[in-house]
């Protein structure tokens, strides 16, 4: 069976969500942290953790790079025994893996190729500057910068959302990882929603799609936040 590693309201959230729209039957293996010396657990992975050193582990206390050698979650290990690495390849595998669901446009027509441009954009420019920004404590200029990316991908996305209800004029996959990544954008960089309230309702209906809630219970309360940042914002 379909197996996907994951960190609890980690960046493999958005493919839990998308294995789970889907319909395709899975299991969930958590990754985890140890001191590199230790062993012992470590509760929350930040910056001092990082500097201490750390090795990610699986199952019982199996290292993650057994798995995957960068370590890195989301990986998923399809029936077939491939391992599947990053989020966008991951998202493309799945929408392909259900057609019946419509996750995403019909492969190689022209959508689908606006559908593989914001995978890459978010990846590239949303969710790394999220990474540089909270893992290696930015600050000044070069921080200034990878957030302002940040936000003018977001803006964007705002703007088709106000026009059409969706990024792409209809629900998709690029729906979930940007809904993801909104959200740890705003907790972690940006500090408020004030700048996108009037879409509130799109975060809303994606946090009441039946998927999208099974998700964030499963994952547990380092997913809850995914349901309330509009609410702060509010
Ligand atoms: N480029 C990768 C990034 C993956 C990534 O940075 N994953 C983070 C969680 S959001 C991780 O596994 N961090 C653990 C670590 O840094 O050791 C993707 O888009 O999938």
Redesign the pocket.
């Known amino acids: 069976m379909t197996k996907l590693f994951y960190?609890p309201g980690?960046?493999s959230f958005g493919p839990h969500m998308a294995l789970r729209e889907a319909s395709i039957p899975f299991s969930l293996q958590r990754v985890s942290f140890v001191d590199e010396r230790s062993g012992e657990p470590i509760a929350v992975?930040n910056r001092a953790a990082r500097e201490k050193g750390y090795r990610?582990v699986y199952g019982d206390n199996r290292p993650f790079r057994e798995i995957s050698r960068k370590?890195?979650?989301?990986a998923l290990l399809r029936d077939d025994g491939m391992l599947l690495?990053?989020?966008?390849a991951i998202y493309q595998f799945i929408a392909q893996a259900a057609p019946r669901k419509s996750l995403a446009p019909p492969e190689g027509s022209r959508e689908y190729y606006v559908f593989l441009s914001w995978l890459s954009e978010i990846?590239s420019r949303v969710?790394k500057a999220i990474?540089v920004i909270s893992h290696y404590g930015l600050s000044g200029d070069i921080r200034e910068q990878w957030k302002a990316g940040l936000i003018e991908c977001l803006d964007r996305a705002a703007d088709l959302i106000r026009r059409t209800g969706y990024i792409l004029g209809e629900f998709s996959l690029v729906d979930l990882y940007a809904f993801m990544n909104w959200h740890v954008a705003v907790d972690v960089v940006i500090g408020d929603f004030s700048r996108w309230l009037d879409i509130a309702d799109y975060f809303d209906r994606i946090s009441a799609r039946p998927a999208v809630s099974e998700a964030i219970v499963t994952e547990g309360t380092q997913a809850r936040y995914f349901r309330s940042i509009v609410g702060v914002g509010r």
């Not at 370590?71 to 989301?74: I, S």
């Not at 690495?85 to 966008?88: D, F, L």
């Open positions: 960190i980690a960046c992975l990610a370590a890195l979650v989301p690495t990053e989020g966008s990846a969710h990474h």
